[in-house]
């Protein structure tokens, strides 16, 4: 490990990421009606608004979760995505809406339909993940990813803090 991630292990172990129970209702009303599964990780940061939504979108979902995410969200999620490039998408996820403060990626597929919204105020960076199934299957491949999920988000926050640095 050279010096510099090194410093960026570092920097990221001291962040803190919480995953709220009850989602806050300004970000519920952001997502879709009724998921099957919707969880909320929050990193707190007096910082996420230095950059816009997007740019934090693009750093998580392309550059941090890069290859490991497009094969769990295409082979195992079954999700139809875009080319990574493509514009009007993020990681292959159709931009839906986009404001100052958030931006919502759309993606469906044969099993789940799928919504990650990035979400910024003056104290968090939250990424919610939401989730509504379309076959029975769907509750079994997410519960048996659910808890790799839960370990990835909050590491994925924290990359992407460190990446895109304090006050970017």
């Given at each position: 490990?050279?010096?510099?991630?090194?410093?960026?292990?570092?920097?990221?172990?001291?962040?803190?990421?919480?995953?709220?129970?009850?989602?806050?209702?300004?970000?519920?009303?952001?997502?879709?009606?009724?998921?099957?599964?919707?969880?909320?990780?929050?990193?707190?940061?007096?910082?996420?608004?230095?950059?816009?939504?997007?740019?934090?979108?693009?750093?998580?979902?392309?550059?941090?979760?890069?290859?490991?995410?497009?094969?769990i969200?295409?082979?195992?999620?079954?999700?139809?995505?875009?080319?990574?490039?493509?514009?009007g998408?993020?990681?292959g996820?159709?931009?839906?809406?986009?404001?100052?403060?958030?931006?919502?990626?759309?993606?469906?597929?044969?099993?789940?339909?799928?919504?990650?919204l990035v979400?910024?105020?003056?104290?968090?960076?939250?990424?919610?993940?939401a989730l509504?199934?379309?076959?029975?299957?769907?509750?079994?491949?997410?519960?048996?990813?659910?808890?790799?999920?839960?370990?990835?988000?909050?590491?994925?926050?924290?990359?992407?803090?460190?990446?895109?640095?304090p006050?970017?």
């Amino acid at each position: 490990m050279d010096d510099r991630q090194q410093v960026s292990a570092e920097q990221a172990a001291g962040l803190v990421v919480i995953q709220v129970d009850e989602i806050p209702q300004e970000i519920a009303e952001l997502t879709m009606a009724d998921p099957d599964h919707v969880d909320c990780q929050r990193l707190l940061t007096d910082q996420a608004a230095s950059c816009p939504p997007e740019r934090w979108a693009r750093v998580a979902l392309d550059d941090i979760g890069g290859a490991q995410g497009q094969f769990i969200w295409r082979a195992v999620l079954g999700l139809r995505l875009a080319s990574r490039s493509a514009p009007g998408h993020v990681a292959g996820w159709r931009i839906a809406e986009q404001t100052p403060t958030w931006i919502r990626l759309e993606a469906a597929g044969w099993l789940i339909a799928g919504e990650i919204l990035v979400h910024l105020d003056d104290e968090h960076l939250s990424l919610v993940t939401a989730l509504r199934y379309r076959r029975r299957l769907a509750a079994y491949v997410w519960g048996a990813l659910q808890g790799f999920h839960g370990r990835v988000a909050p590491s994925l926050l924290r990359e992407t803090y460190v990446a895109i640095g304090p006050a970017a």
